[in-house]
C-alpha cells in the first residue's frame, strides 16, 4: 500500500476517487452489456459506429454481391462504407502502386491470391488476420471460423504462417459443354484427355462454322489453359520447395501441345486473341462443343437474354489426365493494409464479406465458389441457387480435386507473360518444345532473382 | 535618356517582373523537372516493387540494349508509326483539297467527317475491337456478304499492325484534315490568278502552287502526327495488348508491362529514357524540315 493510498484512507473518499467511481457507475451497465453479449453470443457490431473506411474491390460477381449489400453493412455496424470496383488487371497494378506509395488510400482491399499472394506476404503488406480472429471482441462469435475450408484457409495463409487475407472465393476450372451438340454427335463427356480431342474433333464442323473447342488465346490469360493439362501429369509449373521451373518436363510440354493441338485444328479463328470474356460470348452462341474456364462464369450462358444455350449447358469436372485428375484452381481474398488507421473497423467489414450469410449470397448468386463449407450442405442455400444442380454438383467435385493452377511465387504476372507468349507463338505453328524451352531460358533468371 | 542609363533601367524592369515567373518555373520543376530527374534516378537502379532497390549504374541500358523484345518492340513502334502518319497525311491533305472547294452541304460533311477525332480513343478502340471479333463482328459480316473471305484482323500477327493502323487512320484523319484545310485557307489567291492567265492546268496549279503552300502545314501535321503515332498507346492496348503474342508490341507497350504488371521500375524508367531520346531525335529532325519548307 502507498503512502498516497494511506492519505486518502485517513482523509476519506477523494474527488478523484469519488469522479473514478462515478465514471465507473455509469460505464457499469455498457461493460456489463458487452460482457454479457459475449457470454450470450450477442456481438456489439456498433462499436466503430461513426467511422468510415473505404474498400477497393476487384470488378466482377463478388464485388458486384457486396456492394449490394453495403448498405446492410453499414445498418448493422454504424461504419460508412466507399467502395470501388476496379476491372481486375488494373485493380492489381493499382493496389502494388499504392502499396509502394506507403499510404494506400483504402483499408480493405481484395487480393487476387493467385497472383499476388507472394508479392503481398514478402512485403508484408497486410495485417495477419489471427490476432483478430482470435480477440473476443473484435469477432462475433457466430463467425465460425472453424466453417472455413481446408482449401480456403491454404490459399489464405502465407508459407511463414500469418493469416494476411481472409478467403472469399475460390474458382476451380472445369470444362463446359453443349449438350445439344454433344448428343447429336452421341458423344459423352469426356473422361480422359484423349476424349476430350477426339470430341473436339467430332464436333468440328469448319463449313457450317461449328467448333469443338474453344479457350482462352491471349497471352498471359491463356496460362490456366495450360497449366490445367499439366496437373493431369501430376506435375505443378514450379517446385516451390526447390523454386525450379517443371515447364520442361514431359508434362509441361504434352500439356502445351495439347493446347497447341485443340486451339489450332479445332477451335474458331481468331481464338490467339481470345480471352475469358470472347470465349465465353463464342460458346454462348451456341456452335461451340467445349469451353474450359473458371466455374464463376455460368451466370450469363443460363440468363436467356445474354445466352442461346439457356438449359443445354454441360458442367463438366476436368477429365483425368495421364497421371492424375485435378482441377485448377484459383483464389480471392479480403485484407487490410497494415496502412489503415481503422484497423477494427476495417476487420468488421471482413468479418461481414467473409460470413455465412454474404457467403450463402455469393453462392447462390452463382458468381464465385466461397470457402464455407456450410454455404454447400445448407438446403435452403441450395435451394436458393440460380445456376442448374449439375453446376453445383461440378463446383462440389471440382473443389474436392483442386490443385494450385498457377505457381506460388513472387512474379506470376511476367510468368504468366512469358510462357503465355510462348504458348500463344504455338497457335501460329511454333513448336511446343521449343517455345517452352525459350519461356524457360528467359524466366530462370527471373525467378531466381526474386526468390534471392 | 543616355544608353547605360537605359540598359540599367530595362535590367530593373526585368528583375522588378521575375517573381512572377515564380509560380510557373515552381509548377515546371514539380510537373516536368523533378519527374524526368526521378526517372534517370531510378533507371540507374535495380528496383522491383516490393523489394529493396539496388545502384547498377548503366546495367539496365546495357540490358536493353540486348533484350530482343525490346528491339522488337523498336521495330513495331517505327513501322507503326510510319503507316499511322503517312497514310492519314495522304488522305488528310485529299480530303482539304475537297472541302476547300465549293459544293452543296459542304459544311455538313465537313462536321461529319471530323466526329471520329471527337472520341475518346479508349471508346473508339472498344468499339473497333468489337467488330474486329472474327465470328460475330460486323466487319467479316459485310466482307462475307460480298464475296471476300473473313480477316482475321487483329488475332493474325500478319495483320495485327495494319488492323491497328486502319483505326489510327479512321480516328486522326479529320484532324490532318482541318490543318491542311487552315493552310489551303491562308494561301494567297494571287498566283492562282497569274497562272491561269499563263494557262496553267489543274494539275500544275496543285503542283507548283498549292503543294509549295500548303507544304509547310503539312509538315507540322506530320510533326504532330509523328509524336501522336509514336506515344499511342490506348488503341493497341485495347485492340490487341501488343499480341497476338508480341506481334503488336510497341515500346509503349512493353514500358506499361515492365512497369505496372512485373513491377520492375528502375528497368521500366531505362526504357522511358530510350523512349524519350528516340523521339526527339524524330522531332528534330522533323522539325528541320519543317524550317525547311517554309515559304521565303
Given at each position: 500500500m502507498t503512502m498516497t493510498t494511506r492519505k486518502e484512507n485517513r482523509r476519506g473518499l477523494s474527488r478523484r476517487a469519488a469522479l473514478r467511481a462515478g465514471a465507473g457507475l455509469l460505464a457499469a451497465p455498457a461493460i456489463m452489456k458487452v460482457a454479457t453479449a459475449q457470454t450470450s453470443g450477442a456481438f456489439n457490431w456498433r462499436r466503430f459506429a461513426g467511422q468510415s473506411i473505404e474498400v477497393s474491390l476487384t470488378l466482377g460477381p463478388r464485388a458486384n454481391v457486396l456492394r449490394a449489400h453495403e448498405k446492410e453493412f453499414t445498418e448493422l455496424t454504424g461504419i460508412k462504407v466507399g467502395s470501388e470496383a476496379v476491372p481486375e488487371q488494373q485493380h492489381r497494378q493499382q493496389v502494388v502502386i499504392q502499396f509502394n506509395s506507403g499510404n494506400p488510400q483504402f483499408d480493405v482491399l481484395t487480393v487476387s491470391l493467385h497472383v499476388q499472394k507472394r508479392l503481398v506476404g514478402k512485403a508484408k503488406w497486410l495485417h495477419d488476420m489471427k490476432p483478430l480472429l482470435a480477440d473476443s471482441q473484435l469477432t462475433a462469435p457466430d463467425y465460425d471460423f472453424p466453417d472455413f475450408t481446408g482449401g480456403g484457409l491454404r490459399w489464405a495463409t502465407q508459407g511463414d504462417g500469418r493469416m494476411d487475407t481472409l478467403p472469399l472465393n475460390i474458382d476451380p476450372w472445369m470444362i463446359y459443354y453443349n449438350k445439344e451438340l454433344f448428343a447429336a454427335r452421341g458423344l459423352a463427356f469426356p473422361k480422359t484427355f484423349e476424349e476430350i480431342v477426339m470430341a473436339a474433333e467430332k464436333l468440328t464442323d469448319k463449313a457450317s462454322g461449328q467448333f469443338g473447342?474453344?479457350?482462352?488465346?491471349?497471352?498471359?490469360?491463356?496460362?490456366?489453359?495450360?497449366?490445367?493439362?499439366?496437373?493431369?501429369?501430376?506435375?505443378?509449373?514450379?517446385?516451390?520447395?526447390?523454386i525450379q521451373l517443371q515447364t520442361m518436363t514431359d508434362g509441361a510440354i504434352a500439356a502445351a501441345e495439347y493446347y497447341k493441338k485443340l486451339n489450332r485444328e479445332f477451335a474458331p479463328p481468331g481464338t490467339v486473341g481470345f480471352n475469358w470474356n470472347e470465349a465465353q460470348t463464342s460458346f454462348s452462341q451456341?456452335?461451340?462443343?467445349?469451353?474450359?474456364?473458371?466455374?464463376?462464369?455460368?451466370?450469363?450462358?443460363?440468363?436467356?437474354?445474354?445466352?442461346?444455350?439457356?438449359?443445354?449447358?454441360?458442367?463438366?469436372?476436368?477429365?483425368?489426365?495421364?497421371?492424375?485428375?485435378?482441377?485448377?484452381?484459383?483464389?480471392?481474398?479480403?485484407?487490410?493494409?497494415?496502412?489503415?488507421?481503422?484497423?477494427e473497423a476495417a476487420y468488421l467489414y471482413c468479418q461481414w464479406a467473409t460470413s455465412k450469410l454474404m457467403c450463402n449470397r455469393l453462392l447462390q448468386s452463382g458468381g464465385g465458389s466461397p470457402c464455407r463449407a456450410s454455404s454447400y450442405t445448407n438446403p435452403e442455400v441450395v435451394a436458393g441457387i440460380k445456376l442448374p444442380r449439375e453446376w453445383l454438383q461440378c463446383l462440389q467435385d471440382s473443389a474436392a480435386i483442386g490443385r494450385q493452377g498457377l505457381p506460388e511465387i513472387v512474379p506470376v504476372t511476367e510468368f504468366r507473360d512469358v510462357f503465355g507468349v510462348g504458348l500463344t507463338n504455338t497457335l501460329g505453328g511454333a513448336d511446343a518444345r521449343a517455345e517452352m524451352q525459350k519461356a524457360t531460358e528467359a524466366f530462370t533468371p527471373v525467378l531466381a532473382k526474386s526468390e534471392a | 535618356m543616355t544608353a547605360p542609363i537605359a540598359a540599367a533601367a530595362a535590367r530593373g524592369y526585368g528583375r522588378n517582373y521575375l517573381p512572377f515567373a515564380y509560380p510557373a518555373l515552381a509548377i515546371t520543376a514539380m510537373v516536368i523537372?523533378?519527374?524526368?530527374?526521378?526517372?534517370?534516378?531510378?533507371?540507374?537502379?535495380?528496383?522491383?516493387?516490393?523489394?529493396?532497390?539496388?545502384?547498377?549504374?548503366?546495367?539496365?541500358?546495357?540490358?536493353?540494349?540486348?533484350?530482343?523484345?525490346?528491339?522488337?518492340?523498336?521495330?513495331?513502334?517505327?513501322w507503326f508509326t510510319l503507316l499511322s502518319v503517312v497514310l492519314p497525311i495522304a488522305f488528310g491533305t485529299g480530303a482539304a483539297l475537297v472541302f476547300n472547294e465549293r459544293f452543296p452541304l459542304r459544311g455538313f460533311c465537313r462536321a461529319v467527317f471530323i466526329l471520329p477525332m471527337m472520341a475518346t480513343p479508349v471508346a473508339v478502340a472498344l468499339v473497333w475491337k468489337m467488330m474486329f471479333h472474327p465470328q460475330l463482328g460486323v466487319l467479316n459480316y459485310i466482307l462475307t456478304s460480298v464475296g471476300l473471305p473473313p480477316s482475321l484482323w487483329h488475332t493474325s500477327i500478319d495483320t495485327v499492325i495494319p488492323t491497328l493502323v486502319m483505326v489510327e487512320v479512321w480516328h486522326w484523319t479529320p484532324l490532318v484534315m482541318l490543318i491542311v484545310l487552315g493552310g489551303l485557307a491562308a494561301a494567297p489567291t494571287e498566283p492562282y490568278e497569274s497562272a491561269r492567265l499563263d494557262g496553267a492546268n489543274a494539275w500544275q496549279m496543285f503542283r507548283y502552287i498549292t503543294l509549295p503552300l500548303i507544304m509547310p502545314f503539312v509538315v507540322l501535321a506530320v510533326v504532330i502526327r509523328t509524336i501522336d503515332a509514336l506515344k499511342a498507346?490506348?488503341?493497341?492496348?485495347?485492340?490487341?495488348e501488343g499480341g497476338p503474342g508480341t506481334a503488336s508490341e510497341t515500346i509503349n507497350i512493353y514500358l506499361y508491362l515492365q512497369a505496372f504488371a512485373f513491377y520492375n521500375i528502375g528497368y521500366a524508367s531505362a526504357i522511358v529514357v530510350v523512349f524519350f531520346v528516340l523521339i526527339i531525335v524524330l522531332a528534330m529532325v522533323l522539325l528541320w524540315l519543317r524550317q525547311k519548307s517554309k515559304w521565303s
Open positions: 473447342w474453344v479457350s482462352r488465346g491471349l497471352k498471359n490469360a491463356n496460362v490456366p489453359v495450360w497449366t490445367s493439362f499439366m496437373l493431369g501429369y501430376d506435375v505443378d509449373p514450379v517446385n516451390t520447395k526447390t451456341g456452335k461451340i462443343g467445349m469451353w474450359i474456364d473458371g466455374i464463376g462464369f455460368a451466370p450469363p450462358l443460363e440468363d436467356p437474354t445474354k445466352s442461346r444455350i439457356v438449359g443445354k449447358v454441360g458442367y463438366g469436372v476436368m477429365p483425368q489426365g495421364p497421371k492424375a485428375r485435378h482441377s485448377a484452381t484459383f483464389a480471392d481474398g479480403i485484407g487490410i493494409p497494415v496502412a489503415s488507421k481503422k484497423r | 523537372v523533378f519527374p524526368w530527374l526521378f526517372t534517370l534516378f531510378m533507371s540507374a537502379h535495380e528496383w522491383k516493387i516490393g523489394s529493396p532497390r539496388e545502384f547498377v549504374g548503366f546495367a539496365n541500358y546495357v540490358k536493353l540494349a540486348g533484350d530482343p523484345r525490346f528491339l522488337e518492340s523498336i521495330g513495331h513502334t517505327l498507346f490506348d488503341t493497341i492496348f485495347v485492340i490487341s
